[in-house]
């Protein structure tokens, strides 16, 4: 596992130092492209190192989210690149729903929660280098027994609440008559969200097989993704309306003499 680890790393290395070059080469040039494009390159040395650094502390729990963590902060790089690769500067155009939007941003945010608590369950399970009767006890509850259970009852809740508020916010956009685009956005993030709480549901019950974890882990980082482009797609809001000025009356620039 370790080894196809390496391989599959260094393929993507390549890759996103391909997607650098072509950013830098691309006409008309964009420079927005470019440092992000850039970042993805800077982002896999980073993994490499902590990647051995992991190996070298023999998965440490600290080492092993650390791990996980850059790439779902690489995911949200690449996934802006993609937005601003497909959509011009100005093109898509601005949002006067600020509940809607707002309700979105507070979906990623959410799902940040999850996947972070989530990082820290899994580093701390059997299939992270560590034993299935490893106890690693919060700093802030040393008292506490079984830290795996308390680990992921915690990350359950994140989950759960996650869960409702998905299934609300499609229901304010379906009332609220949102476009097509940020509907189907909203339903493959639901539909997401809810495959991945019924295989952590599974996992947990079946005692943590390794097989169900791997999909656990995929299915996570593709709400990750889906939340980021949900967020995306709901754009930028339409700045609020300045109040007039006292006098009742726009004040307006004298013209020059």
């Known amino acids: 596992v370790e080894f196809g680890n390496r391989v599959l790393s260094a393929s993507i290395g390549f890759v996103v130092l391909f997607a650098a070059i072509a950013a830098m080469r691309r006409r008309p040039y964009r420079r927005d492209l470019v440092l992000l494009a850039w970042t993805l390159p800077a982002g896999v040395v980073v993994q490499g190192a902590l990647g051995a650094m992991s190996v070298k502390s023999d998965l440490g729990y600290g080492w092993v989210m650390a791990h996980f963590a850059v790439s779902m902060v690489l995911a949200v790089f690449s996934m802006l690149l993609i937005w601003r690769a497909i959509h011009a ?3 898509r155009p601005r949002s006067d729903d600020r509940l809607a939007v707002w309700s979105i941003r507070g979906l990623l945010v959410l799902t940040a929660a999850a996947w972070i608590s989530g990082m820290g369950a899994t580093a701390a399970g059997p299939h992270a280098g560590g034993h299935a009767d490893q106890a690693v006890s919060p700093r802030w509850e040393p008292q506490a027994s079984g830290s795996l259970e308390w680990v992921v009852h915690r990350h359950g809740r994140f989950a759960d609440l996650l869960g ?8 304010l956009l379906w009332r609220r008559k949102a476009s097509r685009e940020l509907q189907l956005n909203a ?7 809810g495959i991945q709480g019924l295989i952590g549901s599974i996992q947990w019950r079946n005692e943590l097989p390794a097989e169900l974890v791997w999909l656990h882990v995929v299915f996570g980082s593709l709400c990750w993704i889906s939340a980021l482009w949900f967020c995306f797609a709901a754009g930028r809001l339409e700045p609020r309306q300045r109040s007039a000025p006292a006098g009742g009356y726009d004040r307006k620039p004298l013209k020059a003499s």
């Open 89 to 91: 500067p100005g093109e």
């Open 164 to 171: 409702i508020l998905a299934i609300a916010v499609w229901f």
């Open 187 to 193: 339903t493959i993030f639901v539909g997401l969200v």
